[in-house]
């Protein structure tokens, strides 16, 4: 007989609540006094019933092991509150990094000519000649470009002819060929002579 998986929902019955709060209540300390033994490891449970009635298991003192929760907590909020020169660093080049970006993109979205109410002549005159740079750089490596597509086109249109050359040539060797053959096999037939081949 097979175990059958049960939905995980709150028991109605009150009396198979009850039975099951004490079946899997005994399972959890089983398991955690095994993992207690196995692991060398320090555990408290607690659980209240829906009556209010406390349940307890721990490897060691419950009282103890509370100290040590509420000290490990109370250093874990000193921590949030006081950040280590680490974090303080990461925070510092985060914020360096995050104006460094802002910067760029509204550099960027000048030379796309957004935001540029602000800029005064001497700034539009600077936004002007480094556009004109870019543009000629941009305008010459275009320019390189097509000269390769086109010697490139023209390496291949001389591939293409070369080889319809040597097509040609190969169809007039086979028609001049197959003219021979005819020739020579109706020769033979009047004669009376093998097939040549």
Excluded at 117 to 146: A, P
């Amino acid at each position: 007989m097979t175990r059958q998986k049960i939905e995980i929902k709150k028991i109605v019955n009150p009396s198979a609540r009850q039975v099951t709060f004490s079946k899997r209540r005994r399972g959890l300390f089983k398991k955690a006094q095994e993992l207690s033994t196995l692991c060398d490891a320090e555990i408290a449970v607690m659980v209240f019933s829906t009556t209010g009635k406390l349940f307890e298991y721990s490897s060691s003192s419950m009282k103890q092991i509370i100290e040590r929760y509420n000290n490990v907590q109370s250093q874990r909020l000193y921590k949030i509150g006081h950040p280590s020169l680490e974090l303080q660093l990461e925070s510092s080049t985060y914020a360096m990094l995050s104006m460094e970006i802002a910067e760029k993109t509204h550099e960027l979205r000048q030379m796309k000519g957004e935001d540029l109410q602000g800029l005064d002549i001497e700034q539009l005159k600077q936004l002007e000649n480094s556009l004109q740079g870019g543009l000629s750089r941009v305008l010459e490596i275009k320019g390189d470009r097509i000269v390769k597509e086109i010697e490139a086109l023209r390496r291949k249109g001389a591939e293409l002819m070369q080889e319809n050359l040597n097509l040609k040539k190969r169809t007039e060797n086979n028609h001049l060929r197959g003219n021979t053959c005819n020739e020579s096999s109706d020769t033979s037939l009047k004669l009376g002579l093998p097939f040549p081949h």
